[in-house]
């Protein structure tokens, strides 16, 4: 039972040894980034962040406009023309 311990520690120490020598091995054969492709990215980011901060200054669009009921004139009524009685809000979902 002791050997196969033995065995198990040194084959997982072997393990763990080799995986970390061939990690290094392929990391130095691997070219390492170029710092003109890094700063494209950066400069590709900054220009989706100025888009975005674009985008959020504007006031967002009012869900009502364009939207008339039926029997009133676009636009706001004028303030010398008497207004209509409104307290009488059929839904033209309703049919009614």
Same mark, same amino acid.
């Given at each position: 039972m002791m050997r196969r311990l033995v065995w198990l520690v040194?084959?997982?120490v072997l393990g763990v040894t080799g995986y970390r020598k061939a990690t290094t091995i392929a990391r130095s054969l691997?070219? +390492?980034p170029?710092?003109?492709?890094l700063a494209e990215f950066a400069a590709?980011?900054?220009e &989706?962040?100025?888009?975005?901060?674009?985008r959020q200054a504007q006031p967002p669009a009012?869900?009502?406009?364009?939207?008339?009921?039926?029997g009133l004139p676009a636009g706001r009524p004028? +303030?010398?023309?008497p207004r209509r009685d409104t307290h009488h809000h059929d839904e033209l979902k309703? &049919?009614?």
């Open positions: 040194l084959g997982a691997r070219p +390492a170029r710092a003109s492709a590709d980011v900054r &989706g962040m100025a888009v975005y901060m674009e009012s869900t009502l406009e364009g939207h008339r009921r039926r004028a +303030a010398s023309q309703d &049919g009614r």
